[in-house]
């Protein structure tokens, strides 16, 4: 293990990637700690990353970390994480840009019908070793780090290593080890937060989110601080789906106390004759048979439910939305999607036998 404190450290980190580049398929594993509670953003504090020859813990409090932007930048070395997104977040917060992901997390859900698999339980089950979960919410922005402190931090990466191998080589065996990459790229490359948003709620209400972002933004400048922890994407989203009862529930709420909350929920409500709300048609029983089917095939191949088809996914299909469908492309289409249209086209049907829902052909 090699500790990265201080700037003539760094010259070991880049000779080793330059090593894992000459080999094909070569991989990091990388995770990171920090502190959220009580701060604007995030504090990184630690970040930890495996090769296959040594284990760096980078101090970020200590020396820059613009020196990684060449290794998490390239396209050539595929970086692992498990639960990614906070970690990709932060990194990115603070300079640097992550290309080449691999998410433990996400592609487990290719191999059980599980959502979310914790850190803990995918080594658990790949290596068989039961992980401490005491260091998560230790302080990591004390120095010098303890000894237990580090071994956690080690850990992380290399199990990491040793998981990811093993999860490879049974996608590898089901043909499923690339199902997901696309998956990947969307949500980590192509798409800003702010593209995010705007493909979570109606096109008709995509002009008040950007009066609302502006709103959050100018505030923000005006204050000198980040509004984006007090003004969640979620609420701007929810007022873009729900309109003015929301934000009248909203104005009436005894839990909010923040004045620049309450400037903005008055600001919210000052445009909420503009915001469309369309009245959902009512797909209830169909939506549930479609439920179920996708739990019948969820179980056959294995594979999370969630990662075939999410309920707007079902929505769409049953309004005709079909390019919005995802279940309708590839290998989704292949377990899931044609069986959906021959159900719908009554060619096939669901039963019970033995207390297990079945599918009968015509």
Known sequence: MIFI??????????????????????????????????????????????????????????????????????????????????????????????????????????????????YHDIVYRYLGKSLRKSYVLSNWLNRPLSYKQITYAMNDVVYLRQVFIKQQKKLRDLNRENWLDDEIIDMYNSLSKIEKLQNSIDKDNIPIMK???????????????????????????????????????????????????KEFIYFADSI????????????NAEIEILKTLLRVKSEEYQICPKIIAKTKDLFNFLCGNFNDVKFLQGWRYNIFGKF?????????YLGIDNNKVKLYEE
């Open 5 to 118: 404190d201080s700037s003539d450290k760094v010259e070991k980190f880049n000779e080793d990637i330059q090593n894992e580049l000459k080999y094909s398929n070569s991989f990091i594993t990388v995770d990171t700690e920090f502190i959220r509670e009580n701060n604007p953003l995030p504090i990184l504090c630690l970040i930890q990353i495996s090769t296959s020859s040594c284990v760096y813990l980078i101090d970020p409090l200590k020396v820059p970390i613009s020196f990684l932007q060449f290794c998490l930048s390239n396209k050539s070395l595929k970086k692992v994480f498990h639960s990614s997104e906070q970690d990709i977040e932060i990194l990115v917060n603070n300079g640097l840009t992550i290309n080449n992901i691999y998410d433990t997390q996400l592609y487990e859900m290719l191999l059980n019908t599980k959502e979310n698999v914790s």
């Open 340 to 348: 959906a249209f021959a159900l719908m086209n009554g060619e096939i």
């Open 211 to 261: 009066l609302l972002l502006e709103w959050r933004y100018n505030k923000s400048q005006e204050l000198k601080l980040n509004l984006e922890n007090i003004i969640k994407d979620d609420l701007i989203k929810n007022i873009c789906r729900k309109g003015a009862d929301f934000i009248h529930n909203l104005q009436h709420s005894r839990n909010i106390h923040d004045s620049v909350m």
């Open 272 to 283: 909420s004759e503009q915001i469309i709300i369309k009245e959902p048609r009512e797909y």
